[in-house]
């Protein structure tokens, strides 16, 4: 009876250890598999609805990535499930890029519409619906967008205002020998002083903030 014992008592503990064991493997692949599936379903959604919902969409990935590395610990098969991992992270990574391209754009979209008003569309800088009758309102609203919210445009907003200034000015320039009024003229030009300042201080501080930001 005693011998029975001996055998009994280390067999039934060695079945429990396995049983764990298997336990915790199923839990550990599970978790890398929710993380894996996660991905998917993320990179089949359209890149305007997921622009929209970025932060808590990058959020959830950062938790499911963090149990998935965490389960690979207690995995059997630890080189397969790292390589799921990594496809997984490199698809996120690819899809990340398109909506940070595309957030990018929808931003530079509604920045220009805000200085250039609704007649503004698509990429063109030649500015051809700019013309000697509403180029002192499209000036105005210009300068005026910029001052109400200059603490709030990055650097990378400024550049792309004076990118548009620039090219504000170019068809300026254009206009002018098409019969732009002497009176439209001065008050542009009254702008323009108010314009120039108003950038240079305000791009600078934009740029050390940008630095500052890096530097943490």
């Not at 060695?14 to 493997?25: Q, V, W």
Request: include cysteine.
């Amino acid at each position: 009876m005693k011998n029975l014992l001996r055998l009994t008592v280390p067999t039934v503990f060695a079945i429990i250890m396995i049983a764990c064991t298997d336990k915790e493997n199923k839990i550990s692949a599970q978790k890398i598999d929710n993380f894996t599936k996660f991905v998917d379903s993320i990179s089949s959604v359209s890149i305007d609805e997921s622009s929209e919902k970025w932060k808590d969409i990058e959020a959830t990935y950062q938790m499911k990535k963090n149990e998935a590395e965490q389960a690979i610990t207690k995995i059997d098969n630890k080189v397969t499930a790292q390589e799921n991992i990594d496809a997984s992270t490199t698809k996120f990574d690819l899809y990340k890029s398109e909506v940070t391209e595309s957030k990018m754009q929808m931003e530079k979209k509604k920045l220009r519409k805000a200085l250039l008003g609704e007649e503004h569309t698509g990429e063109d800088l030649t500015f051809s619906w700019v013309n000697k009758d509403n180029i002192l309102q499209v000036y105005e609203n210009f300068v005026n967008t910029v001052e109400q919210n200059k603490a709030l445009y990055s650097r990378e907003d400024w550049d792309e205002i004076k990118l548009l200034y620039e090219a504000l000015d170019s068809r300026k320039n254009t206009i002018e020998k098409e019969g732009l009024s002497s009176d439209d003229n001065l008050k542009i030009a009254a702008l323009k002083v108010k314009f120039a300042p108003m950038y240079t201080l305000n791009r600078m501080n934009a740029k050390a903030e940008e630095n500052a930001e890096a530097k943490e």
